[in-house]
């Protein structure tokens, strides 16, 4: 194999890679920003409305509430979009097999295996 095609399938393998942990990272970050401002938004709330102690209790519970309503929401959608986002990441793994010679497919599919795994911790 030439210089020229490995270093042309590091640079996929990088890419699929730089795409997958750039994701990962700006959904961590937009989750830690979010909830952040919405702590923030509701002590605002309740200081401008001025609200009794048992108001308050009673406006946690509803926050509460909605947020594991929410939460069932995003679980019913997840299970709906990670068979499709499989199908994307496994398409895309076939069509980088297809351009690798048998022993490269080999390395690859080590690589896959290792990366996977330690997803899955």
Known sequence: MTDKRKAAILVIVLFVLGIALGS???HMWDAHVLANQHHSVIKALKA?????PAQEKQFDAII??????FRALYTQRDAEW?????????QGRQNIRAILTPDQRAKFDAFLKRRDQ????
């Open 48 to 52: 401008e409305l001025q609200m009794t």
């Open 24 to 26: 990962v990272g700006t």
């Open 118 to 121: 330690e997803h899955e911790k």
């Open 64 to 69: 509460k509430d909605d947020r594991s309503k």
């Open 82 to 90: 990670d068979p499709k986002i499989d199908q994307v990441r496994q």
